[in-house]
T-cell receptor, first 114, second 110 residues
């Protein structure tokens, strides 16, 4: 079975550029999560969607960050403009809602802003 | 303020012995707890979970214990194998999202 697919795996770009991270959740999953992992803060939730609707975006650090889920099989996380402190590994995860079930993670996008 | 804490950043164990990873939480509303394992350059992989109505859940070499009164859970790996070397994350669920600890790096030496 295909797991959560994230692209790109690595992204290196210059400060000020727009960055778009992509995620395809597991088929049949209706809940999708975006996380950011850094050494200082660990794994922190940025935003999550249930049935394509954003439920909690309180973890989104600034207005420079935005996320969309136009359909059940695709989500994007956009940073515009990007800054060096945005450098981190970004993970997408999905699960079935509403029963408590484990989230399944993609392999992440390692983002470096120069 | 951290709601889920893993106070040991690292743990080293001999192959064949028991590994015990610990996790503390502060929110009594959490009702579902999970352990994830993470290898470098990969995403976290679900390992085992436990509901707050239970105090123990076992799956092969992995057992999770939950002590609600102490707000503490632990993961036991017996026997430990070199392939178990990874970072282990504890997570707790409240209203749909997960709160993660910062992880414990386990090294199992042959």
């Amino acid at each position: 079975d295909a797991g959560v697919i994230q692209s790109p795996r690595h992204e290196v770009t210059e400060m000020g550029q727009e960055v778009t991270l992509r995620c395809k959740p597991i088929s049949g999953h209706n809940s999708l999560f975006w996380y950011r992992q850094t050494m200082m803060r660990g794994l922190e939730l940025l935003i999550y969607f249930n049935n394509n609707v954003p439920i909690d975006d309180s973890g989104m650090p600034e207005d420079r960050f935005s996320a969309k889920m136009p359909n059940a099989s695709f989500s994007t996380l956009k940073i515009q403009p990007s800054e060096p402190r945005d450098s981190a590994v970004y993970f997408c995860a999905s699960t079935r809602y509403p029963n408590p079930q484990p989230q399944h993670f993609g392999d992440g996008t390692r983002l470096s802003i120069l | 303020d951290q709601q889920v804490k893993q106070n040991s950043p690292s743990l080293s164990v001999q192959e064949g012995r028991i590994s015990i990873l610990n996790c503390d939480y502060t929110n009594s509303m959490f009702d579902y707890f999970l352990w994830y394992k993470k290898y470098p350059a990969e995403g976290p992989t679900f390992l085992i979970s436990i509901s707050s109505i239970k105090d123990k859940n076992e799956d092969g070499r992995f057992t999770v214990f939950l002590n609600k009164s102490a707000k503490h859970l632990s993961l036991h790996i017996v026997p430990s194998q070199p392939g178990d070397s990874a970072v282990y994350f504890c997570a707790a669920s409240g209203i749909g999202n997960l709160i993660f600890g910062k992880g414990t790096k386990l090294s199992v030496k042959p």
